[in-house]
């Protein structure tokens, strides 16, 4: 059993959960922006 691949699984799903976190928030800003100027 290598602790290297547990950290390195560690650390891509952290990188993976905060990549969804950006994507999530960079979608719901345009989102938000195209519903704005829907409204307008």
Do not use: W
Request: glycine fraction near 4%.
């Amino acid at each position: 059993e290598m602790p290297s691949c547990s950290i390195d699984k560690q650390v891509s799903e952290l990188l993976t959960m905060v990549s969804n976190k950006l994507v999530n928030m960079r979608c719901q800003q345009s989102f938000t922006g195209g519903y704005v100027h829907a409204v307008r």
